[in-house]
């Protein structure tokens, strides 16, 4: 079976650019995690979804940072406009539950450079 | 604030020799994980034990759980160069969304 699937796998991009995440989680899957994770900061939870509703959106940094989940299969994380400090690796992650406690499997991540 | 810190920060030791990894906690838990994350790639879950679970195997891993002392160990039985990764854990503290701590980085030299 497909683990999670995200593109792109590497993004480079000028301070101020819009930039779009993508990812698909594991069929049939409840919950859908993005997570951001730097050096000094480790692994943070940005937001989740369940069955396709954000539940917990109190990670999203600020107002730059917006994620939809138009279907099960599908989900966005887009930043706009960026700037450096967005500099981090972008993981999604799907669990089978429909709590945000439970195993979850994660994607191969989105290195995203912010110049 | 990390719910869940890791200890040591950096583990290197010798093919075949143990590792062992522990995690402390602050506040009441229903369940704790261990993930390993290899360099560049996402994170892969190891194993799941619940508040009401003392000890966990699965192959060479062993977890246990101390609620009382909020901590949690992982140990790996005769290491591999494969295992060279990081190994966080994470917990829900009684949230609805787990929190991962720093991680350990475990070396294994051959």
């Known amino acids: 079976d497909a683990g999670v699937i995200q593109s792109p796998r590497h993004e480079v991009t000028e301070m101020g650019q819009e930039v779009t995440l993508r990812c698909k989680p594991i069929?049939?899957?409840?919950?859908l995690f993005w997570y951001r994770q730097t050096m000094m900061r480790g692994l943070e939870l940005l937001i989740y979804f369940n069955n396709n509703v954000p539940i917990d959106d109190s990670g999203m940094p600020e107002d730059r940072f917006s994620a939809k989940m138009p279907n099960a299969s599908f989900s966005t994380l887009k930043i706009q406009p960026s700037e450096p400090r967005d500099s981090a690796v972008y993981f999604c992650a799907s669990s089978s539950s429909t709590s945000g406690t439970d195993t979850q499997y994660f994607g191969p991540g989105t290195r995203l450079t912010v110049l | 604030s990390q719910q869940g810190e890791e200890d040591p920060q950096a583990l290197s030791i010798q093919e075949g020799e143990n590792a062992t990894m522990n995690c402390s906690y602050k506040?009441?838990?229903?369940?704790l994980q261990w993930y390993r994350q290899n360099s560049g790639r996402g994170l892969v879950h190891l194993i799941l034990i619940r508040s009401n679970e003392r000890e966990k195997h699965s192959g060479r891993l062993r977890v246990t759980l101390d609620t009382s002392k909020k901590s949690s160990s992982l140990l790996i039985t005769a290491s591999r160069a494969a295992d060279t990764a990081s190994y966080f854990c994470a917990t829900d503290g009684g949230a609805q969304k787990l929190v991962f701590g720093q991680g350990t980085r475990l070396t294994i030299n051959p």
């Open positions: 506040t009441s838990i229903n369940n």
């Open positions: 069929s049939g899957h409840n919950s």
